[in-house]
Nanobody
Framework: QVQLVESGGGLVQPGGSLRLSCAASGSMFSIYTMGWYRQAPGKRRESVAAVTSGGSTNYADSVKGRFTISRDNAKNTVYLHMNSLRPEDTAVYYC?????????WGQGTQVTVSS
């Protein structure tokens, strides 16, 4: 069993930056593909970024060049560095851990981009 706890959300002005963190409990964090998803009001949850156990990353087209995902296996933590934030980035951001048939989600953290 893995528990995921997100932090770092908040209110930021357009063009600003935030760093989200996701701390994972349990063992074998390094084997999981870790991802960030987001869900805006009235929209479906969408993938934002992911990092595999080997360190490969991928990003949604809408965030490429602005967001960076990273992981620290020693701290059981995955990060999402968000720069040049836009109002359309406003959403609840969720952390996800996947390995084989295992799939875990955090409770989410709100990110609001507004002036």
């Amino acid at each position: 069993q893995v528990q995921l706890v997100e932090s770092g959300g908040g209110l930021v002005q357009p063009g600003g930056s935030l760093r989200l963190s996701c701390a994972a409990s349990g063992s074998m964090f390094s084997i999981y593909t870790m991802g960030w998803y987001r869900q805006a009001p009235g929209k479906r949850r969408e993938s934002v970024a992911a990092v595999t156990s080997g360190g490969s990353t991928n990003y949604a087209d809408s965030v490429k060049g602005r967001f960076t995902i990273s992981r620290d296996n020693a701290k059981n933590t995955v990060y999402l560095h968000m720069n040049s934030l836009r109002p359309e980035d406003t959403a609840v951001y969720y952390c996800n851990a996947k390995a084989l048939y295992l799939d875990y989600w955090g409770q989410g953290t709100q990110v609001t981009v507004s002036s």
